[in-house]
């Protein structure tokens, strides 16, 4: 296959080199990468976090172009959900517990960084992403929990009782396993997404999105829409 060959091309100097490549992601049919995700992700994760202000932008291109192709693979993978919020929160500078700092923490862009449309393009990509790992799936699991509850009046919460739809239903209790590693571990289930990031990271982003609302601009207009992901 050749499509892994290019993944270092993520990484690329040359500004025309990394926008011809999205190009070409862009071109392939929709779910051609699914099974390749998680070889991407690293060389994603990378650019997000490389000392390049324009390759760190276009590694967020490439993982918004992963989202609409194959969110539920990126979020789900091994290390997807974890280590991908990291590195959104070391390029927002919200990584500490002094993310309400907004000024002295967030990234530098460089020029064009003054004007917040690339801070504003990173908090846009984040909401993508957490919408793909606990908004959408939340809102669709209530829909058919509702169905369920309604469909089967007077027998309530019938579902609980039925065969799981997944495997392993009661991972979560880890009675025969070694140790949760949420950092590299695959989290397919949303509930388990949402335990991770409510755990680790909603003090930080909540303490950084309160700095941003108040910027205003493109900044505050994309915190708004990262807030209704959370919300």
């Known amino acids: 296959m050749w499509l892994p060959k290019l993944y270092p091309l993520i990484l690329d100097g040359s500004s025309s080199v990394r926008a011809q490549l999205l190009k070409l992601f862009r071109s392939l049919p929709l779910g051609e990468v699914e099974d390749h995700v998680a070889d991407i992700l690293p060389y994603v994760r990378a650019g ?5 202000a324009d390759v760190r932008l276009s590694a967020v291109d490439v993982l918004c172009w992963l989202l609409e192709d194959s969110s539920s693979e990126v979020v789900s993978c091994g290390g997807g959900w974890y280590k991908t919020l990291n590195c959104f929160l070391t390029m927002l500078g919200w990584s500490t517990q002094d993310a309400l700092k907004w000024s002295s923490n967030r990234a530098s862009f460089g020029k064009s960084g003054s004007e917040g449309r690339p801070m504003a393009r990173i908090l846009q990509a984040l909401a993508e992403f957490v919408h793909a790992g606990i908004g959408q ?40 396993s070694m140790p949760k590693d949420d950092e590299t571990e695959m989290l397919e289930d949303c509930e388990d997404r949402r335990r991770v990031f409510d755990k680790t990271f909603r003090v930080s982003v909540e303490m950084g999105l309160e700095a941003a609302r108040r910027e205003g601009g493109d900044v505050g207009r994309a915190a708004a829409v990262l807030t209704k992901a959370l919300s």
Do not use: R
Request: net charge neutral.
């Open 48 to 52: 997000m976090t490389h000392l390049a």
């Open 137 to 176: 799936q939340s809102a669709d699991a209530v829909k058919t929990g509702d169905a369920t509850l309604h469909g089967n009046f007077p027998i309530w919460y019938s579902g609980q009782h039925q065969v799981p739809q997944k495997s392993n239903a009661f991972g979560y209790l880890n009675l025969f």
